[in-house]
Nanobody
Framework: QVQLVESGGGLAQPGGSLRLSCAAT????????IGWFRQAPGKEREAVAC????????YIADSMKGRFIISGDKAKNAVHLQLYRLKPEDTAVYYC?????????????????WGQGTQVTVSS
């Protein structure tokens, strides 16, 4: 059974940083792409970034370029999302999921696996 488990969320001050992790079991991420999404209260879910671990292709949403970095960790079978210069509007539940990842887009499928999410709160 494929499972994705997010961790690393918490409370951060504006301008601070956090490192989120998405650990996978039941699959070897070498052959998969993983994406990060977030959903704030009352807002639609939005894509943050994705990475294809087979070839290193990455995608970062325009509004997050320069502040968020996605990386793969094959040794730990995980994907990390480093968040820098956090803003209050980054407050959301962050989810990771399997998907198709391209350099300028991503594609979610009906059979993709999702994690349970990790809360990120940015507040002074």
């Amino acid at each position: 059974q494929v499972q994705l488990v997010e961790s690393g969320g918490g409370l951060a001050q504006p301008g601070g940083s956090l490192r989120l992790s998405c650990a996978a079991t039941g699959i070897t991420l070498d052959y998969y792409a993983i994406g990060w999404f977030r959903q704030a209260p009352g807002k639609e879910r939005e894509a943050v970034a994705c990475i294809s671990l087979s070839d290193g292709t990455t995608y970062i949403a325009d509004s997050m370029k320069g502040r968020f970095i996605i990386s793969g960790d094959k040794a730990k079978n995980a994907v990390h999302l480093q968040l820098y210069r956090l803003k209050p509007e980054d407050t959301a539940v962050y989810y990771c999921a399997t998907l198709e990842c391209y350099s300028d887009s991503y594609y979610s499928r009906s059979y993709d696996t999702w994690g349970q999410g990790t809360q990120v709160t940015v507040s002074s």
